[in-house]
């Protein structure tokens, strides 16, 4: 399982490799984007085999270690749409969040960011 990360280009500056881990149970794919503005996203993803779930974590955060953004479905929450949620600005800061994806967060960042 690899990202193709063409697409967002314009946005990145480097990124570590997104090489798969397989296991018995789980492929697992962790990797680093530094963005344009030296903010960092930090990236976690468990395919479980058996049943197809994928256990996340994207973790956006400027470039002095404060969070930006951070989307995750590690645990319930007390919201519509446990366990998906994200962070927003803060560790408190929770709220709703759709089911996310690399590409979908990188869209947002884009949205986010000003790139010349």
Do not use: C
């Not at 296991?23 to 984007?33: E, F, L």
């Not at 468990?46 to 996340?56: A, E, L, P, Q």
């Not at 994207?58 to 590690?74: F, G, K, L, S, V």
């Amino acid at each position: 399982m690899k990202h193709d990360l063409s697409a967002f280009g314009h946005l990145i500056l480097s990124h570590t490799p997104f090489d798969p881990i397989v296991n018995p149970n789980t492929i697992q794919v962790r990797g680093t984007i530094i963005l344009v503005d030296q903010s960092v996203l930090y990236v976690r993803e468990n395919y479980v085999i058996r049943s197809g779930w994928i256990d996340y974590s994207y973790h956006w955060q400027a470039a002095d270690n404060q969070i930006i953004h951070r989307w995750d479905n590690a645990h319930s929450v007390p919201l519509p749409t446990t366990p998906y949620h994200q962070h927003q600005g803060s560790e408190e800061n929770v709220v709703a969040s759709e089911p996310m994806t690399l590409d979908k967060v990188l869209t947002f960042i884009a949205s986010q960011l000003t790139v010349s």
